[in-house]
């Protein structure tokens, strides 16, 4: 075998094991991913169950941690209350229900006005609509925390009106970033109408209002509702900009589980942890199934 | 006035109007203040003053511009990882063949997505910890006698990033794997392309909408995060986001805190431009 033949045989036993490499890696990857994504979430589960106070082994199952929770006796050390989180969680409600209410109106609004609305500058507003949904929470965060200490200056120089932020700065920022969010849901469910439903509308007759509360809003219903869906679940999620525009006594869930999980890990952390990972997935859960009921019965 | 009235109830911009001012009352307004802040000095208190002074953007672009470059080397370690672990693990959830099989194989990437983003994140500070699972794991197999420092770390931070922002990279990328045809592979090697060629001349480019939306998707929340090194990074993982909110209590300075979050806000912008003009020539083309 001639010096060249050898080298070119070298060179193709070389390609054909890092093709092989490349197939076990590629066989590999969505085990690996898969891991990477579970293995947190089971490992904080199991460790709620454990009998120690350890998260390095597991050396028995026990109760005890979440029946703590629920007698409301938790370390001294520890920040927790039952009562506290119970406030908190409905603190979360009440923001998230005003904050949906007006977001999904103003959203609505707009995704009407931008798909049947004939005026100059949509693009422009096209631009204002996506910008909040891509800056960063933290920008958008402290720009509102500025922005209303400012305002509440303003206000006590003109009035002498002190305002503290609580419940509306928090229900504010809110909305604000929710608009976009519903605006697009609802577009999108627009786009799939047909236009010609509400020209055959005012053809027979009806007038715009009549048109709209008839033909056109029970048709959108669907997309309304997932985004009031969507807005009210990011709203109860939201830690940051909650953080930076809430004031005292206006703590919501994830604020409240920030000052938790920033302390110490403990088993009652990891089994508070675990009740709204239950918790959250229900509720998206149940909101997927109604909307997945509302596409099918149109 | 009723005229004006009457034309906008006509156009549709009546409809716009209420969304429109709320938004440039609640979000363009403040990012304008920030803006100003930003080019002010700092009083008592931490809170902004006259006179008008450019050392903020001085002390972002000078003593700060480690931590600047730190957020952004890391947000795009990020992003090359998700890419890594993403581009495939797409390929794999939409190339099995039982739609039963696919929706749950879909389902169980986007399923941990439900938790709360604090919870995902803490759960790593009980993994990483130095009395932690990994160090508890590793030291009852013998493998090492001392706690590794994974905790407070940037590979913590880099870790947690990936792992909050994984879905985002997975989900764009599938769907335009779905859009993929076949048969091009199969075209591309009757005539004669070798399998690396196929993929970077056939596969890669048809699907590369989906790599650059992933790439935005994970790229922007990463260079903003605060959550994520604030709970895993400690001091040695400090971010961008970190110090601006460190700006913001007793000893803070207001106006570096805009000044730091105005040049991170410009940073996004920039990689925008970037997505937007990669899509443009990629659709161009």
């Known amino acids: ?298 | 006035m009723s005229r004006w009235f009457r034309r906008s109830q006509k156009d549709g911009s009546l409809l716009a109007l209420p969304t429109v001012a709320w938004l440039l009352v609640f979000f363009v307004l403040p990012l304008v203040i920030v803006l100003v802040v930003s080019l002010m000095s700092r009083g008592r208190g931490g809170v902004a003053q006259m006179p008008l002074t450019l050392q903020h953007y001085e002390r972002t672009f000078g003593i700060f511009s480690i931590i600047l470059w730190r957020s952004i080397g890391l947000a795009g370690l990020t992003t090359v990882v998700c890419l890594l672990v993403g581009y495939p693990l797409a390929f794999f959830i939409s190339t099995r063949r039982r739609p039963i099989v696919q929706q749950i194989a879909l389902f169980l990437v986007i399923l941990p997505f439900w938790t709360n983003f604090l919870i995902r994140t803490y759960a790593w500070r009980i993994l990483l910890g130095d009395e932690g699972t990994i160090n508890g794991v590793l030291r009852a197999l013998g493998v090492i006698s001392e706690p590794l420092q994974l905790l407070n770390t940037q590979f913590a931070v880099l870790v947690g990033l990936v792992y909050g922002f994984l879905p985002f990279m997975v989900l764009p990328i599938f769907a335009s794997v779905e859009r993929f045809n076949f048969r091009y592979v199969d075209a591309a090697q009757d005539l004669g392309a070798n399998e690396t060629r196929t993929f970077l001349r056939v596969v890669l480019p048809l699907t590369m909408p989906g790599v650059l939306a992933g790439c935005a998707l994970v790229f922007i929340p990463s260079v903003g995060a605060f959550v994520t090194p604030d709970l895993l990074g400690g001091t040695k993982g400090l971010m961008i986001g970190n110090l601006i909110n460190n700006q913001f209590g007793g000893s803070g300075n207001m106006p570096l805190g805009s000044a730091l979050s105005i040049v991170m806000m410009g940073v996004v912008m920039l990689s925008l431009l970037v997505y937007v003009f990669g899509n443009r020539r990629q659709t161009g083309a």
């Open chain 1, 1 to 298: 075998m001639s010096a060249q033949a050898l080298i070119n045989e070298n060179a193709l036993g070389r390609n054909r094991r890092i093709k092989r490499l490349g197939k076990l890696g590629l066989l590999l990857n969505p085990l690996v991913a898969y891991f990477f994504l579970w293995a947190p979430i089971l490992v904080l589960v199991l460790f709620s169950f454990n009998q120690s106070k350890s998260v390095a082994s597991f050396t028995g199952f026990t109760l005890k941690w979440y029946s703590n929770i629920l007698n409301n006796v938790v370390g001294a050390e520890s920040a927790f209350s039952t009562e506290l989180m119970l406030n908190a969680f409905r603190n979360s409600l009440f923001v998230g229900t005003i904050a949906t209410a007006i977001a999904t109106a103003l959203g609505t609004m707009i995704a009407l006005a931008m798909a049947r609305g004939r005026f100059p500058g949509k693009r422009l507003l096209d631009g204002l609509l996506f910008l909040p949904v891509v800056i960063p929470e933290i920008t958008q965060a402290i720009s509102l925390a500025i922005f209303f200490k400012v305002a509440f200056d303003w206000i006590h120089l003109l009035s002498g009106e002190r305002v503290f932020p609580g419940f509306h700065t928090i229900i504010m920022a809110h909305v604000t970033f929710n608009i976009s969010y519903v605006a697009i849901v609802v577009r999108a469910r627009l786009a799939d109408m047909d236009p010609t439903l509400e020209e055959a509308a005012s053809d027979l007759g009806a007038n715009p209002w009549q048109t709209f509360w008839r033909v056109t809003f029970p048709l959108i219903l669907p997309g309304v509702i997932a985004g009031a869906l969507l807005a009210f679940t990011l709203s109860l999620d939201d830690f940051v900009i909650t953080f930076f525009t809430s004031g005292v006594g206006t703590t919501t869930l994830p604020v409240f589980v920030y000052g938790l999980l920033k302390l110490t890990v403990t088993p009652e952390v990891n089994a508070i942890s675990t009740i709204m990972m239950l918790l959250s997935t229900l509720l998206i859960g149940i909101s997927l199934a109604l909307q997945g009921r509302g596409t099918s019965q149109r």
